[in-house]
């Protein structure tokens, strides 16, 4: 009895290693077979490579603040003081409220530059203390000293149409 066991465990064994040896030939033949696949991204067990993340902002310090409206509010305080400057015909006080740097700019500016101040709109103002744009003509914010505008020449006046009018249905010549 012992010579049966003994042969039972000897043929397991032998259809073990033959089913080993076939699915290592199967498998080496699938390898072979799936080659050209897998080097030209068809198949071959691969899927789908691994998701790339996308790059993060860095949070180590904060957004800047906006500073557009701060802006177009000295715009519009440089613009106010620039038109009653011109129209007292020389520079007035300039506002407390304004920083530093445009309370030592204002008062060294001429008659030209603060016309063209006024005559330009807000954004350009804005741009221009900026520093991101200039206006012609008018010199960047930089302290400035003190000047006295020259009185302006006088005006001649036209007589104005009533004038005008007046003559020439007196029947005299206007000009």
Same mark, same amino acid.
């Given at each position: 009895?012992?010579?049966?066991?003994?042969?039972?465990?000897?043929?397991?064994?032998?259809?073990?290693?033959?089913?080993?040896?076939?699915?290592?030939?199967?498998?080496?033949?699938?390898?072979?077979?799936?080659?050209?696949?897998?080097?030209?991204?068809?198949?071959?067990?691969?899927?789908?490579?691994?998701?790339?993340?996308?790059?993060?902002?860095?949070?180590?310090?904060?957004?800047?603040r906006d500073m557009t409206a701060v802006y177009d509010e000295i715009a519009r305080i440089l613009m106010t003081w620039a038109a009653d400057s011109i129209i007292a015909d020389e520079?007035? #006080?300039?506002? *407390?409220?304004?920083?530093?740097?445009?309370?030592?700019?204002?008062?060294? !500016?001429? &008659? +030209?530059?603060?016309?063209?101040?006024?005559?330009?709109?807000?954004?350009?103002?804005?741009?221009?203390?900026?520093?991101?744009?200039?206006?012609?003509?008018?010199?960047?914010?930089?302290?400035?000293?003190?000047?006295?505008?020259? #009185?302006?020449? *006088?005006?001649?006046?036209?007589?104005?149409?009533?004038?005008?009018?007046? !003559?020439? &249905? +007196?029947?005299?010549?206007?000009?």
């Amino acid at each position: 009895m012992p010579a049966d066991i003994r042969g039972g465990h000897t043929m397991r064994a032998l259809i073990s290693a033959i089913i080993s040896a076939l699915k290592s030939a199967f498998a080496c033949g699938l390898a072979v077979l799936s080659a050209p696949f897998r080097m030209f991204g068809g198949g071959g067990g691969q899927g789908m490579p691994p998701e790339i993340p996308m790059p993060q902002p860095y949070v180590d310090k904060p957004a800047p603040r906006d500073m557009t409206a701060v802006y177009d509010e000295i715009a519009r305080i440089l613009m106010t003081w620039a038109a009653d400057s011109i129209i007292a015909d020389e520079p007035v #006080p300039v506002p *407390p409220k304004l920083p530093r740097e445009f309370r030592e700019w204002l008062p060294g !500016l001429s &008659r +030209d530059e603060c016309d063209k101040l006024m005559e330009a709109d807000k954004m350009a103002v804005s741009a221009h203390v900026r520093g991101l744009f200039a206006i012609p003509g008018v010199r960047k914010v930089m302290p400035l000293r003190a000047v006295v505008w020259p #009185p302006e020449a *006088p005006i001649e006046e036209s007589p104005g149409f009533a004038a005008i009018a007046k !003559l020439e &249905r +007196d029947g005299r010549p206007a000009a």
